[in-house]
Structures are given as structure tokens and as C-alpha cells.
Nanobody
Framework: QVQLVESGGGLVQPGGSLRLSCSVSENIFRDMGWYRQAPGKEREFVARIARNGITMFADSVKGRFTVSRDIANNMMYLQMKNLKPEDTARYYC????????WGQGTLVTVSS
């Protein structure tokens, strides 16, 4: 079973930046995604990097977030800039579409 470990979350002020990391136990040369779940809400799609490297973003983060990967080291990253309070959530990585198994996620809190 694939293991997914997210890290890099924390408390940041509005307008700030964070870089999340995702370590995957298997080869990530496949469609991968970032997702988030805000308190009291359903988990939602945030970003995707396809096998061919093409990226796609939810409208709410477009222009502020970028996604990248290090295939050799089975790592994926989410660079988040100009963070807003509504970005507060626990962030998860997974395949896209996602597998049933999820990691623990990493908590991002945007607050002054």
C-alpha cells in the first residue's frame, strides 16, 4: 500500500507563503494531486500535476499556488503564495484521482 507523508504546514499571516512537501513510497511518475479539507467542510481538490508534467489548479488557488515534483526522489511540492484565511485547511497529497488511503496531512493556518 502506498505511503503518503505530507509536511511543511504551519501558521502564516495573510499574504504569506508556505511550501508543502509530499513524500511518496512509490514511483510518482503518474498523475498526482493536492487536496485540502477545511474545518467542517468536505475534502476538495487543490492542484494536480499530470504524468506529463502539465499542472491544473482549482479556481480558488489559481495564480497563487504552484505544484512541482522530484520524480527521482518520489517527492511532490505545493508552493503557496499570497495565502488567505480561506486557505486554512489540512492539506493532503494523493494520486489523481485519489486512492482510498490517505496520509495524515499537514495543517495550514492562515491568520493574523
Amino acid at each position: 500500500q502506498v505511503q503518503l507523508v505530507e509536511s511543511g504546514g504551519g501558521l502564516v499571516q495573510p499574504g504569506g507563503s508556505l511550501r508543502l512537501s509530499c513524500s511518496v513510497s512509490e514511483n510518482i511518475f503518474r498523475d498526482m494531486g493536492w487536496y485540502r479539507q477545511a474545518p467542517g467542510k468536505e475534502r476538495e481538490f487543490v492542484a494536480r500535476i499530470a504524468r506529463n508534467g502539465i499542472t491544473m489548479f482549482a479556481d480558488s488557488v489559481k495564480g497563487r499556488f504552484t505544484v512541482s515534483r522530484d520524480i527521482a526522489n518520489n517527492m511532490m511540492y505545493l508552493q503557496m503564495k499570497n495565502l488567505k484565511p480561506e486557505d486554512t485547511a489540512r492539506y493532503y497529497c494523493n494520486t489523481n484521482p485519489p486512492l482510498d488511503a490517505w496520509g495524515q496531512g499537514t495543517l495550514v493556518t492562515v491568520s493574523s
